[in-house]
Protein backbone atom coordinates (compact mmCIF):
# COMPACT_ATOMS: atom_id res chain seq x y z
CA UNK A 1 0.00 0.00 0.00
CA UNK A 2 1.48 3.45 -0.92
CA UNK A 3 2.08 5.78 2.02
CA UNK A 4 2.34 9.65 2.14
CA UNK A 5 5.77 10.48 3.79
CA UNK A 6 5.41 14.37 4.11
CA UNK A 7 3.69 16.75 1.93
CA UNK A 8 3.99 20.61 2.25
CA UNK A 9 0.97 23.32 1.35
CA UNK A 10 1.40 25.06 -1.76
CA UNK A 11 3.24 28.15 -2.36
CA UNK A 12 1.34 31.11 -3.27
CA UNK A 13 2.38 32.14 -6.26
CA UNK A 14 1.89 30.76 -9.86
CA UNK A 15 6.00 31.64 -10.67
CA UNK A 16 7.17 28.29 -9.19
CA UNK A 17 7.35 25.03 -10.67
CA UNK A 18 8.08 21.69 -9.20
CA UNK A 19 8.98 18.68 -11.01
CA UNK A 20 7.70 15.41 -9.72
CA UNK A 21 10.56 12.77 -10.98
CA UNK A 22 10.81 9.13 -10.66
CA UNK A 23 14.09 7.32 -11.77
CA UNK A 24 15.24 10.53 -13.09
CA UNK A 25 11.90 11.06 -15.97
CA UNK A 26 9.95 13.97 -15.13
CA UNK A 27 6.01 12.62 -14.62
CA UNK A 28 4.34 16.51 -14.27
CA UNK A 29 4.97 19.74 -12.71
CA UNK A 30 3.77 20.26 -9.12
CA UNK A 31 3.12 23.61 -7.55
CA UNK A 32 3.87 22.42 -3.93
CA UNK A 33 7.30 22.91 -1.99
CA UNK A 34 8.58 19.70 -1.53
CA UNK A 35 6.77 15.93 -0.84
CA UNK A 36 8.13 12.37 -1.16
CA UNK A 37 6.19 9.60 -1.86
CA UNK A 38 6.52 6.21 -1.25
CA UNK A 39 5.11 3.33 -3.33
CA UNK A 40 6.26 -0.28 -3.80
CA UNK A 41 10.22 0.08 -3.79
CA UNK A 42 9.96 3.72 -5.95
CA UNK A 43 10.59 6.87 -4.42
CA UNK A 44 9.01 9.85 -5.71
CA UNK A 45 10.11 13.13 -4.93
CA UNK A 46 9.18 16.61 -5.98
CA UNK A 47 12.27 18.95 -6.15
CA UNK A 48 11.73 22.64 -6.92
CA UNK A 49 13.00 24.67 -9.79
CA UNK A 50 13.13 28.39 -9.23
CA UNK A 51 13.37 30.74 -6.25
CA UNK A 52 10.88 31.23 -3.89
CA UNK A 53 9.41 34.76 -5.13
CA UNK A 54 8.56 37.60 -2.74
CA UNK A 55 5.82 37.55 -0.85
CA UNK A 56 2.83 39.44 -1.91
CA UNK A 57 1.78 41.94 -0.09
CA UNK A 58 -0.95 40.23 1.41
CA UNK A 59 1.18 37.67 2.68
CA UNK A 60 3.05 39.93 4.90
CA UNK A 61 3.64 39.19 8.00
CA UNK A 62 0.43 39.61 10.53
CA UNK A 63 2.74 41.73 12.94
CA UNK A 64 3.57 44.12 10.38
CA UNK A 65 -0.12 44.73 8.79
CA UNK A 66 -1.56 45.20 12.39
CA UNK A 67 0.80 48.05 12.74
CA UNK A 68 0.26 49.61 9.66
CA UNK A 69 -3.70 49.42 10.72
CA UNK A 70 -2.91 51.38 13.85
CA UNK A 71 -0.80 53.58 12.73
CA UNK A 72 -3.25 54.89 10.11
CA UNK A 73 -6.01 54.69 12.64
CA UNK A 74 -8.41 51.68 11.25
CA UNK A 75 -11.13 51.46 13.54
CA UNK A 76 -13.02 48.66 14.16
CA UNK A 77 -16.77 49.57 14.11
CA UNK A 78 -20.21 47.46 14.93
CA UNK A 79 -22.71 46.65 12.37
CA UNK A 80 -25.28 48.99 14.11
CA UNK A 81 -22.75 51.63 13.90
CA UNK A 82 -21.85 50.19 10.51
CA UNK A 83 -25.81 50.17 9.44
CA UNK A 84 -26.11 54.33 11.03
CA UNK A 85 -22.84 54.80 9.05
CA UNK A 86 -24.30 53.76 5.98
CA UNK A 87 -27.85 55.31 5.91
CA UNK A 88 -26.35 58.42 7.69
CA UNK A 89 -22.96 59.77 6.51
CA UNK A 90 -22.34 57.68 3.10
CA UNK A 91 -20.31 54.49 4.17
CA UNK A 92 -20.02 52.06 1.87
CA UNK A 93 -19.57 48.29 3.14
CA UNK A 94 -17.47 46.59 1.27
CA UNK A 95 -17.80 42.99 1.41
CA UNK A 96 -14.66 40.70 0.43
CA UNK A 97 -16.04 37.29 0.74
CA UNK A 98 -16.76 35.19 -2.24
CA UNK A 99 -19.29 35.99 -4.70
CA UNK A 100 -21.33 33.40 -3.72
CA UNK A 101 -21.35 33.71 -0.24
CA UNK A 102 -21.94 37.70 -1.08
CA UNK A 103 -25.14 36.39 -3.56
CA UNK A 104 -26.03 33.98 -0.29
CA UNK A 105 -26.78 37.43 1.75
CA UNK A 106 -25.17 40.68 2.25
CA UNK A 107 -26.14 43.82 3.97
CA UNK A 108 -28.48 46.17 1.28
CA UNK A 109 -26.21 48.50 -0.74
CA UNK A 110 -23.17 46.72 -0.08
CA UNK A 111 -20.88 45.64 -2.81
CA UNK A 112 -18.51 42.83 -3.77
CA UNK A 113 -15.34 42.22 -4.39
CA UNK A 114 -13.66 39.05 -3.57
CA UNK A 115 -9.98 38.90 -1.51
CA UNK A 116 -9.76 35.58 -2.17
CA UNK A 117 -11.35 33.61 -5.23
CA UNK A 118 -11.72 29.92 -6.56
CA UNK A 119 -8.51 29.09 -8.52
CA UNK A 120 -10.08 29.85 -12.38
CA UNK A 121 -6.43 28.77 -14.26
CA UNK A 122 -5.86 24.91 -15.13
CA UNK A 123 -2.11 25.22 -15.74
CA UNK A 124 -0.34 22.29 -14.29
CA UNK A 125 0.93 24.85 -11.42
CA UNK A 126 -3.01 25.71 -10.29
CA UNK A 127 -3.39 21.95 -10.56
CA UNK A 128 -0.69 20.81 -8.45
CA UNK A 129 -2.26 23.54 -6.12
CA UNK A 130 -6.20 22.29 -6.45
CA UNK A 131 -4.14 18.65 -5.33
CA UNK A 132 -2.62 20.58 -2.42
CA UNK A 133 -5.73 21.72 -1.57
CA UNK A 134 -7.72 18.12 -2.20
CA UNK A 135 -5.01 16.37 0.13
CA UNK A 136 -6.78 18.12 2.98
CA UNK A 137 -10.16 17.74 1.76
CA UNK A 138 -10.63 21.17 0.09
CA UNK A 139 -12.28 20.59 -3.04
CA UNK A 140 -12.25 24.12 -4.21
CA UNK A 141 -9.33 26.05 -3.38
CA UNK A 142 -8.93 29.61 -3.47
CA UNK A 143 -5.90 31.66 -4.46
CA UNK A 144 -5.37 35.52 -3.40
CA UNK A 145 -7.51 37.97 -6.22
CA UNK A 146 -4.23 39.73 -8.35
CA UNK A 147 -6.73 42.06 -9.15
CA UNK A 148 -8.15 43.13 -5.65
CA UNK A 149 -7.29 46.76 -5.69
CA UNK A 150 -7.98 47.39 -9.41
CA UNK A 151 -11.51 46.23 -8.49
CA UNK A 152 -11.98 48.51 -5.74
CA UNK A 153 -10.57 51.78 -7.17
CA UNK A 154 -12.84 50.99 -10.67
CA UNK A 155 -16.35 51.34 -7.69
CA UNK A 156 -14.19 53.05 -4.81
CA UNK A 157 -12.57 56.52 -5.31
CA UNK A 158 -9.52 56.69 -2.52
CA UNK A 159 -11.78 59.12 -0.47
CA UNK A 160 -14.42 56.94 -0.30
CA UNK A 161 -15.76 56.09 3.43
CA UNK A 162 -15.29 52.38 3.70
CA UNK A 163 -16.16 49.67 6.03
CA UNK A 164 -14.71 46.50 4.96
CA UNK A 165 -16.81 43.56 6.06
CA UNK A 166 -16.06 39.11 5.72
CA UNK A 167 -17.70 36.43 7.21
CA UNK A 168 -16.72 36.16 10.88
CA UNK A 169 -13.87 39.17 11.02
CA UNK A 170 -11.07 38.97 13.08
CA UNK A 171 -9.53 41.98 15.61
CA UNK A 172 -6.77 44.12 15.99
CA UNK A 173 -7.57 44.05 19.98
CA UNK A 174 -5.07 42.55 22.12
CA UNK A 175 -6.76 39.35 23.69
CA UNK A 176 -4.52 37.14 26.73
CA UNK A 177 -4.48 34.38 23.89
CA UNK A 178 -4.14 36.37 21.46
CA UNK A 179 -1.96 39.06 21.96
CA UNK A 180 -2.15 40.72 18.68
CA UNK A 181 -5.43 40.22 17.65
CA UNK A 182 -6.12 37.63 15.06
CA UNK A 183 -6.40 38.56 11.39
CA UNK A 184 -8.95 37.90 8.96
CA UNK A 185 -10.11 38.24 5.05
CA UNK A 186 -11.39 41.93 6.22
CA UNK A 187 -8.42 43.51 7.72
CA UNK A 188 -6.05 41.85 4.95
CA UNK A 189 -8.15 43.84 2.78
CA UNK A 190 -7.93 46.98 4.79
CA UNK A 191 -4.68 46.71 4.77
CA UNK A 192 -4.05 46.61 0.99
CA UNK A 193 -6.50 49.25 0.61
CA UNK A 194 -4.71 51.88 3.23
CA UNK A 195 -1.46 50.60 1.67
CA UNK A 196 -2.65 52.11 -1.62
CA UNK A 197 -4.08 55.54 -0.24
CA UNK A 198 -7.10 54.91 0.73
CA UNK A 199 -8.22 57.31 3.74
CA UNK A 200 -11.36 56.18 5.47
CA UNK A 201 -10.99 52.58 5.96
CA UNK A 202 -13.05 50.84 8.82
CA UNK A 203 -13.59 47.32 9.55
CA UNK A 204 -17.04 45.38 10.46
CA UNK A 205 -16.29 44.10 14.09
CA UNK A 206 -17.85 40.32 14.00
CA UNK A 207 -18.36 40.73 10.20
CA UNK A 208 -21.69 39.53 8.27
CA UNK A 209 -22.55 36.81 10.78
CA UNK A 210 -23.54 39.02 13.31
CA UNK A 211 -25.02 41.61 10.87
CA UNK A 212 -27.22 38.20 10.50
CA UNK A 213 -27.59 37.62 14.04
CA UNK A 214 -28.29 40.89 14.85
CA UNK A 215 -31.37 40.34 12.60
CA UNK A 216 -30.36 43.48 10.78
CA UNK A 217 -31.83 43.48 6.72
CA UNK A 218 -29.49 41.18 4.74
CA UNK A 219 -30.07 41.10 0.66
CA UNK A 220 -29.66 38.45 -1.38
CA UNK A 221 -29.45 37.43 -5.70
CA UNK A 222 -30.82 34.30 -7.31
CA UNK A 223 -28.77 32.80 -9.41
CA UNK A 224 -29.65 32.44 -13.02
Same mark, same amino acid.
Given at each position: ???????????P????????????????????????????????? +????????????????????????????????????????Q??????????????????????????????????E???????????F???? +????????????????A??????? +????????????????????????S??????L?????K?????????????????????????
Open positions: MASLTSIATPYSSSQALRLKSSGNTLFSAGVRSAAMVSGHKTLK +IQCTSTKPAKPAAEVDWRQKRELLLEKRVRSVDVKEAQRLKENNFVILDVRPEAEYKAGHPPGAINVEMYRLIRWTAWDIARRLGAFFG +IFSGTEENPEFIQSVEKLDKEAK +IIVACSSAGTMKPTQNLPEGQQSRLIAAYLVLNGYNVFHLEGGIYTWGKEGLPVETIEED
